[in-house]
C-alpha cells in the first residue's frame, strides 16, 4: 500500500451503509425524533390522554395497513380497502337486529367478496391490480352509498359498541384487536408456507410459477385477506363512532395504508413484507399529523410533510432494491 493511498482521506458518510441501512431503521428514528420533539415543546403530550387518543386513531389504519402490506408483498396494491370499510359500515345496521355476531360476520363476508373479485381479476383475468382494485374503488362505495340510502345511521347495540369505545385492563378494545391482528399476520408471513409462497411471488412470480407453486391460488388468497382485514376496520370504526356513515367511513384511508407500508421499509416491488415496520410507518404518519395539529399549523403543511416523507422512503426503497 502507498503512502498516498494510506493517508488519502476517507469519505465522512458511507453513502451505500447508509442506503442500506434507512428503509430498514429510518422510521424508528424519525419516530424517535418526533417524540422527542413533542416531548420538549408539546403541553400534555405525554399524558395517558393524549396516548390513548393516537392509538385509537393510528388502529384501523394499521389493520388496513397489514392487508396493504400482504397485497405490496406480491408487488400488487388495493385501491378499494376504503370501499370495502365504507360497504362493511352500511351494512353493519342492517343486520344488528339478527344479533352482533351475524353482523360482523356479513360484514366480513363482503370484504372476502371483494377480495375475491379483486383476486381473480389480478390473478386469472390478467389485470394490472391498480387497474382491477380501481373498479371497486369507485363502485364499491357507490353499492355502500345505495345499501345505506345515502343516510347516517346511529347504532346502539352496546356489545357491538364495547368492540370500538370500550376498554380492556385499561387499553381500548380497538388496540388490542389491531395488535393481536399484528401478530398473526406477522407469524403468517414469517412462519407459514403460505407467507413464504406471498414473498416468492413478489421476489419473482415467473419462477414462483416454474417451481409449481400454485400462484393465482396464492394471489386470490392475498386479496380476500387484504378484504376481511379493511371490513374489520370498518366495523370498528362504526362501533367506534356509533353511526355508519359510508360517504366518509374508510374515505382515503387507501392512501394512509400505501404509506404506512411504504414508510415502514417494505418496497413496492414487492418480495418483502416488514409488518413491524408498517406498524412504525403508520404510528409516525399519525404523530407528524398530530404534531402539526397541536402546534396550529395549516393541513397542507401537513400534506406536504407527508409527501416528502413518502418520497424518502420510496427512493429509499428503490435503492435498496436496485443495489
Known amino acids: 500500500m502507498t503512502t498516498e493511498a494510506a493517508t488519502a482521506p476517507r469519505p465522512a458518510v458511507d453513502m451505500a451503509r447508509?442506503?442500506?441501512?434507512?428503509?430498514?431503521?429510518?422510521?424508528?428514528?424519525?419516530?424517535?425524533?418526533?417524540?422527542l420533539y413533542n416531548v420538549l415543546f408539546t403541553p400534555h403530550f405525554l399524558t395517558w390522554s393524549n396516548l390513548r387518543i393516537q392509538l385509537v386513531q393510528v388502529a384501523p389504519i394499521v389493520i388496513v395497513a397489514?392487508?396493504?402490506?400482504?397485497?405490496?408483498?406480491?408487488?400488487?396494491?388495493?385501491?378499494?380497502v376504503g370501499s370495502v370499510m365504507a360497504l362493511a359500515a352500511a351494512l353493519i345496521p342492517l343486520y344488528l337486529g339478527y344479533g352482533v355476531i351475524?353482523?360482523?360476520?356479513?360484514?366480513?363476508?363482503?370484504?372476502?367478496?371483494?377480495?375475491?373479485?379483486?383476486?381473480?381479476?389480478?390473478?386469472?383475468?390478467?389485470?394490472?391490480?391498480i387497474v382491477a382494485t380501481l373498479a371497486l374503488f369507485v363502485g364499491g362505495r357507490g353499492l355502500a352509498l345505495v345499501i345505506s340510502k345515502g343516510q347516517l345511521k346511529d347504532v346502539r347495540n352496546e356489545d357491538f359498541i364495547f368492540l370500538g369505545s370500550g376498554d380492556l385492563l385499561g387499553i381500548p378494545m380497538l388496540v388490542w384487536i389491531a395488535a393481536l391482528l399484528v401478530v398473526v399476520v406477522a407469524f403468517v408471513v414469517r412462519r407459514t408456507v403460505f407467507g413464504r409462497r406471498l414473498l416468492a411471488i413478489g421476489g419473482n412470480r415467473p419462477a414462483t410459477e416454474l417451481a409449481g407453486i400454485p400462484v393465482k391460488r396464492v394471489l386470490i388468497t392475498v386479496y380476500?385477506?387484504?378484504?376481511?382485514?379493511?371490513?374489520?376496520?370498518?366495523?370498528?370504526?362504526?362501533?367506534?363512532?356509533?353511526?355508519?356513515?359510508?360517504?366518509?367511513?374508510?374515505?382515503?384511508?387507501?392512501?394512509?395504508?400505501?404509506?404506512?407500508?411504504?414508510?415502514?421499509?417494505?418496497?413496492?416491488t414487492g418480495g418483502k413484507v416488514r409488518i413491524v415496520g408498517t406498524v412504525a410507518g403508520a404510528l409516525l404518519m399519525q404523530l407528524v399529523v398530530a404534531t402539526m395539529i397541536k402546534h396550529n399549523l395549516q393541513p397542507s403543511t401537513t400534506e406536504m410533510v407527508q409527501a416528502v416523507i413518502i418520497l424518502i422512503a420510496v427512493y429509499a426503497a428503490r435503492e435498496r432494491k436496485t443495489r
Open 66 to 80: 397489514l392487508g396493504m402490506a400482504l397485497v405490496i408483498g406480491t408487488e400488487g396494491i388495493d385501491l378499494s
Open 224 to 268: 380476500i385477506v387484504c378484504g376481511v382485514l379493511a371490513s374489520v376496520a370498518g366495523l370498528l370504526a362504526v362501533a367506534r363512532i356509533q353511526s355508519s356513515d359510508a360517504s366518509s367511513v374508510g374515505l382515503l384511508i387507501e392512501l394512509s395504508a400505501i404509506t404506512a407500508v411504504v414508510v415502514g421499509g417494505t418496497p413496492l
Open 102 to 129: 351475524a353482523a360482523i360476520l356479513v360484514s366480513l363476508l363482503a370484504g372476502a367478496a371483494v377480495g375475491l373479485i379483486n383476486g381473480t381479476l389480478v390473478a386469472r383475468v390478467g389485470l394490472q391490480p
Open 18 to 35: 447508509v442506503r442500506a441501512w434507512l428503509p430498514k431503521y429510518g422510521v424508528y428514528v424519525a419516530i424517535g425524533v418526533l417524540v
